[in-house]
Nanobody, 124 residues
Framework: QVQLVESGGGLVQTGGSLRLSCAVSGRTFSTYGMGWFRQAPGKEREFVAAISRSGRSTAYADSVKGRFTISRDNAKNTVYLQMNSLKPEDTAVYYC?????????????????WGQGTQVSVSS
């Protein structure tokens, strides 16, 4: 059974930083791309960042480019999201997900397993 467990969320002030982690078990981690999505209250889930199986290819939403960095450690079965220069509009529940495809993609339907999410709150 595939399990994804996010951690690292919390409350931070505008301009602060957080690093989210997502530990994956139950499948061969290095054979799957990974993605981060987020959902704010009253809004649809939106793409944040994605990384390919090898880690050589990444993709970002325009709203986070230059501020967020996705990375992975295949030895630890973990994907990370480093978030810098946080803004109140980054407040959301952040989810990680696995992608069995070949490319780093922003398309939610390409992802087959999802974590339970971790709350990120940015105060102004």
């Amino acid at each position: 059974q595939v399990q994804l467990v996010e951690s690292g969320g919390g409350l931070v002030q505008t301009g602060g930083s957080l690093r989210l982690s997502c530990a994956v078990s139950g499948r061969t981690f290095s054979t799957y791309g990974m993605g981060w999505f987020r959902q704010a209250p009253g809004k649809e889930r939106e793409f944040v960042a994605a990384i390919s199986r090898s880690g050589r290819s990444t993709a970002y939403a325009d709203s986070v480019k230059g501020r967020f960095t996705i990375s992975r450690d295949n030895a630890k079965n973990t994907v990370y999201l480093q978030m810098n220069s946080l803004k109140p509009e980054d407040t959301a529940v952040y989810y990680c997900a696995t992608n069995p495809g070949l490319v780093a993609t922003a398309t939610p339907r390409s992802y087959d397993h999802w974590g339970q999410g971790t709350q990120v709150s940015v105060s102004s």
